[in-house]
């Protein structure tokens, strides 16, 4: 009886190990069809200015009640969100961040990995410079198992940081990413780590097709907590228009 239960748990534990490997090669498989779909980029048009991130603030047209417009929304599965206008925005930073490796990504996924296809790290005023943020910031965008979508921030050495903690958080944001078109996603997996970015679009409340809130956004750089709007201070940024550099995607 014992050799059989043993053999039983063998067997059990052979499927078990089946069916991860399955998982993985098909989250793998995901993330490659992913990103072949958004793979051409094509320019629009040549800016004549270069964002500066350091003089360059997020700019934000919240908008009034009778304003606010739904956007259909169709995903990659086609299924239906509408997308609650809240505020017309554009943010200029450099990257310190950006994430589209969604652990599992057809395992674990949420409705809402499902709308926000990336996510990005910004900063900007005086700590958007490149040297600066080596020498004495470490940024990091994940997404954990428990379906949380976070920047981490840590320094090497607090005391030797020029700004403090307050500064930097009020000057960095973590921006779950909605393409306005395949064209806009192609552009945004262009985009590096220290790349100087200006992104257009709107800020979004999102629901399902049954009026069932998935997120809500931020409307405030300042928040930083859980019990904000943005459920941690995120915004949901509708984006119409990516621009790195001096060229313009739409």
């Known amino acids: 009886m014992d050799s059989i239960d043993l053999k039983e748990l063998r067997i059990i534990s052979y499927i078990a190990l089946i069916i991860l490997i399955l998982m993985i090669v098909n989250s793998f498989l995901g993330d490659i069809t992913f990103r072949i779909k958004y793979i051409n980029a094509k320019v629009t048009q040549t800016a004549n200015r270069i964002p500066n991130p350091k003089t360059d603030f997020p700019v934000q047209n919240t908008r009034k009640e ?4 739904f956007i259909k929304y169709y995903t990659q599965k086609r299924d239906i969100y509408a997308l609650k206008t809240m505020a017309d925005y554009s943010i200029s930073g450099l990257v310190v961040a950006t994430n589209t490796n969604f652990f599992l990504r057809d395992v674990l996924r949420t409705q809402f990995d499902e709308v926000c296809l990336m996510d990005i790290g910004l900063v900007w005023g005086e700590i958007a410079d490149k040297s600066y943020v080596k020498k004495h910031l470490r940024f990091k965008s994940t997404k954990t198992l428990g379906q949380a979508r976070q920047l981490s921030v840590s320094t090497p050495d607090y005391q030797a940081m020029p700004h403090k903690w307050g500064y930097v958080s009020n000057h960095m944001s973590h921006t779950h990413l909605i393409p306005g078109s395949v064209n806009v996603m192609s552009a945004l997996l262009k985009i590096k780590k220290y790349d100087i970015v200006k992104l257009d679009g709107y800020l979004v409340d999102i ?9 809500k956004t931020s409307l405030s750089r300042g928040d930083n907590n859980a019990q904000s709007r943005g459920y941690g201070a995120c915004e949901d940024l509708y984006v119409t228009q990516v621009q790195i550099g001096n060229k313009i995607y739409r």
């Open 66 to 69: 009778e304003e606010q417009e």
């Open 207 to 215: 629901y399902t097709d049954k009026g069932e809130v998935v997120a």
